[in-house]
Each structure stands twice: as structure tokens, then as C-alpha cells.
């Protein structure tokens, strides 16, 4: 087992998945329970699957780095919280407009294209192919959105739980939120190279769901979440590895394996 | 603080606001000056809490409102907080979060706010509640967390919407023994919207009496204000207790209970 485990670290590849992964899901896991609090849990979803249509796009016309996609999966993050507000078409079915009709588009432009070995690529992630500058991309946006967290954390905490009394109390309401808008973008673009576009939201969400079923506090409900999916993930890259499965699934699997437990164990806390 | 004793905190003049498309409020005009403790009473639906979400900015309005003190200066209990049943945080949280306002643009609570949120706490008698999940509480106990979050943020003003909702009748006694101390004793301006008339008249020193087609009082002049409120129904009041208790509106309310 310690000689599997030395040996899987000589390769660059498993490296180099191991510590991208390792930053991704800890931010991931923070902007998470925002999300969920806002009730904008599906929202991660859309954007994956806008990020979907932005790759094809970069790739169909010439193949373009990672961070070609961050600004239209970036803006479509802001357009769709504004556009929540105002628009007729509510909530869950906006999300529902944009997200098929990204992924539709991306899929015509990479059959166009010819680039149709990618689909798979873009839909359930490559971990084991990414290159060094895409570790050092997902390291330093991780770096960002913690630091951005951990400054703007008092103030993220007021707006997610009480958005009325923020704004009464001076504090800029949408900023925050275009703020928390526009890092879900880019954890949601980074995090696709990972688990896919259909997988994405997964890490973004089961880690603050799980440990809100068994924290009170807001700070311990963080703390606990990124601990949750930085576990998950380290467990979900190593049976992967020993057993030859699929990467993004078998990370969500123990996130959901997660799930499970610390909600029994809510349960059992709520009766004692 | 003695320099701007008397200044005005807040201004209104010929203000209207409307609620769901409704005119609720219309020409509207009263003052509120530092120091002082406004009571606004008025039926449900007449618009009291808009109007404080006027002052506060979160809602238009047509007319003149000028509020003369910072956001950061100001205490505000809601009437009702959106507050959904699986959000992880404590008592203890959402109070510190009336210390906000006062971080500047420093990111973390220093030892000074969390000793504040503590004496607040305190104060409204839910210290041992602190480490507890605020929608695990009863309502009246949210309500006295969400008070002592407003004595937090209050530096010069402290608007309070219905305050004494979900609580008992010692309790409430001593909140208003408590809000009434942090106006007398501390300076605090108060600004608080009630149902409860008993306590409104034996705390408050000017009445804000706002109707549902209100076309409220000409403040200060006391001659001008009763002259409008005779007008029944269409009118409002604004003024001190003893004019108000004077006035057509207070004794067609069946209010035998004055102090």
C-alpha cells in the first residue's frame, strides 16, 4: 500500500491532478455554501454547462487555453443573477433556457469542427491530462478566491444571510454578489478540466450540504465543508487510481458517500 | 457630540411611497431631531414599515427624506427577517454582525466588537443563547437576538420595527426600560414603529400617527397639526404625546388606558 502510494507519486500526471484538485475543491467547497444558502445551488450547473459552450467555442475555432473561457462563463455568471431579478422567466427555468442551449450550441460546434473526441473530454473531465500552467492556473485563482473569501468573509456572511439588513446597513449588496457570482465562475471553469461539465456542480455543492446537516455556526459550517471536499477528493483520486474508475465520478461518489453519513448523524444529534 | 446637539436627524417632507403599487403614504412631512424618542403608530397597512425602509434607503420615494447620519451609524430591527430554516448560524453570529458597520475596511472583528455583541447580549437577557442555531430559537427569542444585532450597529440612530412582537409582558417591559435608558442615558436617537399604546405613551416623547390614506400632519406647529388631524380619517399626526393624546384620532381609537 506505502509503495503503491510513493510509486503514484512519481507520476507528473497524478501530481500534478493531485495538487490542482486539491486547491479547486477547497475553493470550491467555500463559494459552496454561499450558493446553497442563496439558493442558487442549480446556478452552478448552468454556468458548467455555458463553460461547456465556451470550450467548443475555443476549440472549434483554434484551440485556446483554459482561461479563454473564464470571461463568457464570467459574464454569464453576472447576466444570470441580474437577469434573475428582473426577468419573466423565473429562477430554475432561465437556468434551464441557458444551460441546454449552451450545451446544444457547444456540441454543433464541435461536431462542425470535427473535434468530437473532445466531447467526452469537456463532459466528464480529464483530470489525468492536465499540464503544468494548468496547475499553476487552478493554484493561483484557488489562492485568490481564498484570500478574496477570508478578507470579504464578514461581510459575504451578512449578505448571504440577510441581504435586507446588509443593504440597510451600508454595505454594498450587489457588489458582494457579483462578487460571489464572478469567483463561481471561475471555480466552476477551472473545476470542468477536473470533473466536467456535468459533474462540476457536485463538488461546488455536496460538501457545504453535508456538513450544514451536522453544523450550527456559520464559520464551523465553512470549516467543515472545506475539509469534506478536500477529503472526498483525495479519496476519490486514489481509488481512481487503484481501480482504474473514472475520476469525477468516483469523487462525487464519496461525497455522497459523505452525505449520507453526516446526515444520519444530524439525525441521531437532533434526537439526542 | 455637544456641537450638533440639536441637529436634524431625520427630514421628510411632502413624502409619498407606495407599497405593491398601492399609494400608502402621500404627503407626508415630519422631523426627527437627535436625542429624540419617535413613536410611529398607525392601522396595519398604513404604511409604517415602508416608510422605514424609505429612511433606510431600501425602497423610492417621491418627496424630500434626508437622513443626516451614516448607514454606518444606525441600528435596524426588521420586522420580519427572511432568515430560511437550514442556515447554519448561531445567536452569537448574527449579532456580531450588527458590528459591521464599524470595521471600516479592516476584514475581521476585533476584542472590542465581540465584547459589544456580548454586552448586548446581555442586555437582552440571551447571553447563554449565543452558541446556539438562531432557527432552532422561538420567536421571541429571535426577536431578542435581533434586537441586541440592532443595539450593535446603533451609534446615532436606532430604528426599531415593532420590537415587541413575540415578546411577554416582562420582557417587553424591560426593553423598553432598556431602549429608553440607551435614549436618555446614551444619546441614542430611537425611531420605533408599535402596535403596543400602552407602551408607546409612557416611552416616546413625539407620536407619529400615520393613516392609511394618510395626509399627515404639518409637523412641529402643534395648532397646524390638530387642525389636520381634525380632519378624521384623511389625517395623520405628528407631535408630542401630550398633543396627541388630545387630538379626534387618539379618542376615536377608545384609548381610556393614558398614563
Same mark, same amino acid.
Given at each position: ?22 486547491? *479547486? +475543491?477547497?475553493?470550491? &467547497? /467555500?463559494?459552496?455554501?454561499? @450558493?446553497? !444558502?442563496?439558493? $442558487?445551488?442549480? =446556478? ?92 499553476? *492556473? +487552478?493554484?493561483?485563482? &484557488? /489562492?485568490?478566491?481564498?484570500? @478574496?473569501? !477570508?478578507?470579504? $468573509?464578514?461581510? =459575504? ?98 461525497? /455522497?458517500?459523505?452525505?449520507? @453519513? ?11 | ?259
Amino acid at each position: 500500500m506505502f509503495h503503491e502510494t510513493v510509486q503514484m507519486f512519481s507520476y507528473d500526471f497524478f501530481v500534478y491532478a493531485f495538487i490542482a484538485g486539491i486547491f *479547486i +475543491s477547497l475553493s470550491a &467547497s /467555500l463559494l459552496g455554501v454561499n @450558493l446553497v !444558502l442563496k439558493r $442558487y445551488s442549480m =446556478i452552478g450547473d448552468g454556468l458548467a454547462h455555458v463553460g461547456f459552450g465556451a470550450f467548443a467555442l475555443t476549440a472549434a475555432i483554434n484551440p485556446l487555453p483554459t482561461w479563454v473561457a473564464l470571461p463568457i462563463v464570467g459574464i454569464a455568471a453576472v447576466l444570470l443573477l441580474r437577469v434573475r431579478k428582473s426577468s419573466k422567466i423565473k429562477g430554475d427555468a432561465l437556468i434551464a433556457v441557458i444551460s441546454s442551449g449552451s450545451l446544444a450550441a457547444g456540441l454543433i460546434l464541435l461536431t462542425a469542427f470535427e473535434v468530437t473526441n473532445d466531447i467526452n473530454r469537456y463532459m466528464f473531465g480529464s483530470i489525468f491530462a492536465l499540464e503544468k500552467s494548468d496547475v499553476i *492556473i +487552478s493554484a493561483v485563482c &484557488s /489562492l485568490i478566491i481564498i484570500a @478574496l473569501y !477570508l478578507i470579504f $468573509y464578514n461581510r =459575504i456572511l451578512l449578505v448571504t444571510i440577510d441581504e435586507d439588513y446588509a443593504h440597510a446597513s451600508g454595505i454594498n449588496v450587489s457588489k458582494y454578489n457579483t462578487l460571489i457570482a464572478v469567483l463561481t465562475a471561475v471555480i466552476i471553469v477551472l473545476g470542468m478540466r477536473l470533473m466536467g461539465a456535468l459533474l462540476i456542480s457536485g463538488l461546488v455543492i455536496f460538501p457545504p450540504l453535508s456538513s450544514m446537516r451536522v453544523f450550527g455556526g456559520f464559520k464551523k459550517a465553512v470549516f467543515c465543508s472545506a475539509l469534506i471536499s478536500v477529503t472526498c477528493f483525495t479519496a476519490g483520486l486514489f481509488f481512481t487510481f487503484y481501480y482504474s474508475l473514472p475520476p469525477g465520478a468516483c469523487i462525487l461518489m464519496m461525497n /455522497l458517500l459523505v452525505f449520507i @453519513l453526516f446526515t444520519l448523524v444530524g439525525k441521531i444529534r437532533q434526537r439526542g | 457630540m455637544f456641537y450638533t446637539l440639536n441637529m436634524r436627524i431625520i427630514k421628510c417632507e411632502n413624502l409619498c411611497m407606495s407599497y405593491e403599487n398601492k399609494t400608502v403614504l402621500s404627503e407626508l412631512s415630519f422631523n426627527v431631531e437627535r436625542g429624540d424618542f419617535l413613536s410611529i403608530v398607525g392601522e396595519n397597512g398604513s404604511g409604517k414599515s415602508t416608510l422605514i425602509r424609505g429612511i433606510l434607503g431600501l425602497k423610492k420615494y417621491k418627496g424630500v427624506l434626508e437622513l443626516n447620519v451614516g448607514r454606518n451609524q444606525i441600528g435596524y430591527l426588521p420586522q420580519q427577517t427572511a432568515l430560511a430554516e437550514d442556515f447554519p448560524v448561531t445567536a452569537g453570529e448574527i449579532v456580531l454582525c450588527g458590528c459591521l458597520n464599524d470595521m471600516g475596511l479592516f476584514p475581521f472583528y476585533k476584542k472590542k466588537h465581540r465584547e459589544t455583541a456580548i454586552d448586548a447580549l446581555k442586555k437582552m437577557r440571551v447571553l447563554e443563547l449565543e452558541k446556539r442555531r438562531f432557527c432552532e430559537l422561538s420567536g421571541g427569542q429571535k426577536q431578542r437576538v435581533l434586537i441586541a444585532r440592532a443595539i450593535c450597529a446603533a451609534k446615532e440612530l436606532l430604528l426599531l420595527d415593532e420590537p415587541a412582537t413575540g415578546l411577554d409582558l416582562a420582557v417587553r417591559n424591560e426593553l423598553y426600560e432598556l431602549i429608553s435608558s440607551l435614549n436618555k442615558n446614551d444619546g441614542l436617537t430611537v425611531v420605533m414603529i408599535s402596535h403596543d399604546m400602552e407602551g408607546v405613551l409612557a416611552n416616546s416623547d413625539k407620536i407619529l400617527h400615520v393613516s392609511a390614506i394618510s395626509k399627515a400632519a404639518e409637523a412641529v406647529n402643534s395648532d397646524k397639526t390638530l387642525e389636520n388631524g381634525s380632519t378624521k380619517n384623511k389625517g395623520g399626526f405628528f407631535g408630542t404625546v401630550a398633543e396627541y393624546i388630545k387630538t379626534p384620532i387618539f379618542m376615536e381609537m377608545g384609548c381610556n388606558n393614558v398614563p
